[in-house]
């Protein structure tokens, strides 16, 4: 399979952009005539190539104007059904031939895997648009105007706010890969990201740390993505003074953002999907494929194909196509995520999870998840729902994958009683076990939000979770 | 054996300094920064990663019209340098214009010159691949036979190799090169349904006998899948505010994340609840608390470093003393700005990344109590142990997980409970600190700081008894 980024806007840039995908394509096909000449059996290589302009922010005030470009190379070799890999940012032939040297020589020292093989090539359906034409001519003067607009604004919301760190700026991204099995694909993408952390001050009272991302691919959107991002951070930071301890511990429904429900519930859920963690045995979720996991109505999708989220792409680490997949549907569990090795172990196709860059060999993970709305209503219908008890908006803490226990901080928190906010709370912590508690979410808000740019998910009231007051 | 993809026949200061000299003009850092890492990690008898890499390159910092500018190049090449130096000055000038308060010169201090090597990096270099791999596969093996409650187990061993020239205009000339080992075993048990896990890292500065003088692969890996099973039958504690004894691995947490970050010259200046709090009483008299580069008490800490990426001799800095804040954690442009020595904690990831205040090696200082007599004194409370990960606010307010719990009542500790968090404001809670133990150990495995970029960091005190929030089941 052959593919390319066919079909998209020419304008300035693109024939750059073009010329560096046929660079790295090149690349990717002379290291594996190399590690094929150093003995290996089978060969992938896959290149990265990023170029960035970054401004970044400290103390209200511009700390550093960074650009930055730079490409990496790794080598994926098997040699008898044995694993090696090595990777590079040097395009010298020296070092390339090195490269293959070094990750033959790693086969020869690892014992043999009969599912040690790389996937065949298969159709890829391009994604369309991940270069929007008016990112090509954005560079460090518009990361440092967007930046400063976006302090500016901060600063102007309420001088109590502190900005500790902010960033703004674009990065544009190439992909390729080239295998011995006939995959060979390139894939470019731009965007422009967004951050913004700190605290609000109010002489002795520093209230609690919050921060906002987000990373957005159409130029026309940059602005309205700026006034929703710093809006939020600023009112949260803002709320987030004088905060009291909660009244009391309780046991029982807590109000969670689409953040703390992402970290919460969903992360582990992805964590025990891994087909490698069912086939090795470590997945909580091994033995429940086909039941009933959550409560009705819940359900995540991986959508590679959603160009508002970060992680589009039309292809996975190993160039096999990422494809729209449910992972969980109305509260039942209907599949497992696999990447080529995975699907090796069981003789049957990888679903496209193969995920990870040029400087370590493929892992496992989903590209975009989304999480639909429920019938739970907006924030203020689920506040009605919860009536009192604690409202979460970021969760900071751990999740074990394996038993589902978590622990943890909740940050930005409120209490709220008569179903209103009743005002911010401090030093609570939450924990509760994520399998047993997912049967327990109550309600899932109307409409799914997107977090950080890179997922989907709505407002969740979960039943069961251990609140502790500080 | 595996071959470096790439090295300078020669110092790698020379060219830099080569092309400093051509490209001359107002303050110039360079710094040539090589990373190299090898690393295998294996799940149930299978190889999962087998993996060598190399990235380097140069990254350049200039300060210009009162702003810094940062470019990079992938080639140790004098005309490559010459042309990012030009970069960093264009991105300074450009965005200059958005700087409210411009950096002042920055001072002259004393910067460091001449070769740096920290222990073991020949000798791990030496080493071969397979005899680690081999290890890897031994000790998971190991660790799945020793219950049949052991369902899965991993292990993974990695070592990264770094080489630094760092020149300035204002003189720093050094060539530092440094080996950090890390060794983790991961083992996950099951009964009736329900899993637990239990994990062990170790992480050093210097080479193979240091990542394993205190204990062998084999022993973490038998704790490791001891602590997995344990937990199966274990209970969670209960919620609230109690006195706990925390570990070495618990107290290095407790001053990373609860301490040090706040006082962290940058987030000083954003406000963190450290501002304007030097001279003031912030913990008991019984607390010490240090930030240095060199390996303290004990070899091998994992931040150690003679130099940071600044030039700047990475030396002690003590914090807290006798209960006492005495200093933040500088960079050379906030140590100007308060008109101190810097303390050498800029620190860069990788070659494409400018400097960062970060923490090295963090300790609270040992003092003489047993672990017995602090046991002994707990009337009701927890001993907490085993590290997980942790965070904290520039309020201060700071959380981390725990792995394992003992409930002691009356002085005596009871069965194995579950790990949970803990939480607290780092300052109130080292105001409540009545007891800190003799043994001294270094236990931040083979942790990373995460700032913006990672940094390998390293932690660690003796036992020590206070009072946190503890987050429980049955609240």
């Not at chain 1, 292809?315 to 992972?327: I, K, V, W, Y």
Request: aromatic share 6%.
């Amino acid at each position: 399979v052959s593919t390319r980024t066919v079909g998209r806007e020419r304008a300035l840039g693109a024939e750059s952009q073009h010329q560096r995908e046929d660079e790295l394509l090149a690349r990717c096909e002379s290291l594996v005539a190399e590690a094929l000449r150093a003995g290996a059996d089978e060969a992938e290589a896959f290149a990265a190539h990023a170029d960035q302009s970054l401004a970044t922010f400290e103390k209200g005030d511009l700390k550093l104007a960074h650009v930055d470009e730079g490409s990496s190379i790794g080598l994926r070799v098997f040699k008898d059904q044995r694993l090696g890999f090595a990777a590079t940012n040097q395009f010298d032939h020296a070092s390339l031939a090195s490269v293959a040297r070094n990750a033959v020589a790693l086969a020869s020292a690892s014992p043999a895997d009969p599912a040690n093989r790389l996937p065949e090539a298969r159709p890829i359906t391009m994604v369309p648009s991940l270069v929007h034409p008016g990112l090509a001519a954005f560079g460090i003067d518009e990361s440092v105007d967007l930046g400063h607009t976006l302090l500016t604004r901060a600063q102007a919301f309420d001088p109590r706010l502190s900005v500790d760190g902010a960033n703004a700026g674009v990065s544009r991204a190439s992909r390729a890969i080239h295998t011995t099995r006939g995959v060979r694909a390139v894939e470019s993408d731009a965007m422009v990201t967004l951050s913004i952390a700190g605290m609000a001050v109010d002489g002795a009272d520093v209230g609690g740390f919050h921060y906002q991302s987000d990373a957005v691919r159409d130029p026309s959107r940059v602005d309205a993505a700026l006034r929703e991002l710093v809006d939020e951070f600023a009112r949260t930071s803002v709320e987030n003074l004088a905060a009291q301890r909660a009244p009391n511990s309780y046991q029982g429904l807590v109000l969670l953002s689409p953040d703390a429900f992402l970290d919460l519930f969903v992360a582990p859920v992805l964590a025990a999907s891994s087909a490698i963690a069912v086939q090795r045995g470590r997945s909580a979720l091994g033995k429940r494929l086909g039941d009933r996991i959550g409560a009705p109505g819940f359900s995540i999708a991986d959508a590679p194909e959603d160009r508002e989220l970060a992680g589009a792409a039309s292809f996975d680490r190993e160039g096999q196509p990422a494809l729209h997949f449910t992972l969980v549907e109305d509260g039942f569990l209907r599949g497992w995520l696999y990447n080529g090795y995975a699907a090796a172990v069981e003789g049957r196709a990888s679903t496209g999870h193969a995920r990870g860059g040029a400087r370590g060999a493929p892992g496992l993970g989903a590209h975009a998840v989304c999480v639909p709305g429920g019938g739970g209503g907006d924030r203020a219908a689920m506040l009605g729902t919860l009536q009192r008890g604690l409202l979460v908006q970021r969760f900071s803490g751990s999740v074990d994958p394996a038993s589902g226990d978590f622990s943890g901080v909740a940050k930005s928190s409120r209490w709220v009683e008569g179903g209103r906010v009743h005002g911010p709370v401090r030093e609570t912590l939450l924990s509760g076990n994520a399998y047993q508690l997912l049967a327990r979410i109550a309600a899932l808000g109307t409409t799914p939000e997107r977090v950080d740019g890179s997922a989907r998910a709505p407002w969740a009231l979960v039943d069961g979770l251990s609140v502790t007051a500080g | 054996m595996l071959e470096p993809m790439q090295s300078p026949a020669a110092d790698p200061t020379d060219l830099l300094h080569e092309a400093l000299a051509e490209a001359a003009g107002g303050f110039v850092e360079l710094r040539w920064h090589k990373k190299e890492t090898r690393g295998i990690s294996v799940e149930k008898g299978r190889v999962d990663n087998a993996t060598s890499s190399e990235h380097s390159g140069v990254g350049v910092r200039v300060l210009e019209q009162g702003t810094f500018g940062f470019a990079s190049t992938d080639r140790l090449e004098k005309g490559a340098i010459v042309r990012a130096i030009g970069q960093a000055r264009a991105a300074a000038r450009a965005s200059s214009r958005a700087r409210r308060e411009r950096v002042p010169d920055l001072p002259a201090v004393a910067l460091a010159r001449g070769r740096f090597d920290t222990p073991g990096v020949d000798a791990t270099r030496e080493r071969s691949i397979e005899a680690a791999l081999e290890m890897l596969l031994e000790v998971e093996r190991g660790a799945r036979a020793s219950s049949s409650r052991v369902t899965s187990a991993s292990t993974s061993y990695a070592e990264i190799f770094e080489e630094k020239g760092i020149v300035t205009s204002d003189g720093a000339k050094v060539w530092t090169r440094t080996v950090r080992p890390e060794f983790r075993v991961v083992a996950v048990a099951a009964k009736a349904g329900e899993m637990q896990r239990g994990a062990e890292a170790v992480g050093v500065t210097g080479g193979w006998e240091c990542l394993f003088e205190t204990r062998s692969a084999a022993q973490l890996a038998e704790k490791a899948a001891q602590q997995a099973v344990d937990l199966l039958d274990a209970g969670y504690p209960e919620g609230g505010r109690t006195q706990v004894l925390l570990s070495p691995a618990l107290v290095g947490l407790l001053t990373h994340e609860a301490v040090g970050h706040t006082v962290e010259a940058d987030f000083v200046a954003s406000g963190s609840c450290a501002a304007g709090r030097l001279g003031t009483r912030v913990a008991s008299d019984l607390v010490t608390l240090c930030d240095s580069g060199v390996s303290e008490y004990h070899d091998g800490a994992g931040g150690t470093m003679f130099v940071d990426d600044e030039g700047v001799a990475a030396q002690r800095a003590t914090v807290i003393e006798n209960g006492f804040l005495r200093s933040y954690l500088h960079d050379r442009e906030s140590a100007a700005r308060l008109g101190v020595a810097p303390t050498g904690n800029a620190r860069a990831w990788e070659y494409d990344d400018e400097p960062l205040i970060r923490m090295r090696n963090t300790y609270i200082a040992p003092g003489t109590s047993s672990l017995d007599e602090m046991i002994a004194g707990v009337e009701d409370g927890y001993l907490l142990d085993g590290a997980s990960n942790g965070q904290a606010d520039a309020n201060g307010e700071f959380m981390f997980g725990t792995r394992e719990a003992y409930r002691i009542v009356r002085g005596k500790k009871g069965p194995l409970l579950r790990g949970v968090n803990i939480s607290g404001s780092a300052f109130d809670v080292l105001q409540t600190v009545d007891a800190v133990g003799a043994e001294f150990r270094w236990d931040l495995g083979s942790g990373h700081c995460g700032k913006g970029q990672p940094a390998k960091v390293d932690a660690g005190g003796p036992w020590l008894r206070c009072e946190v929030l503890l987050g429980g089941r049955k609240s």
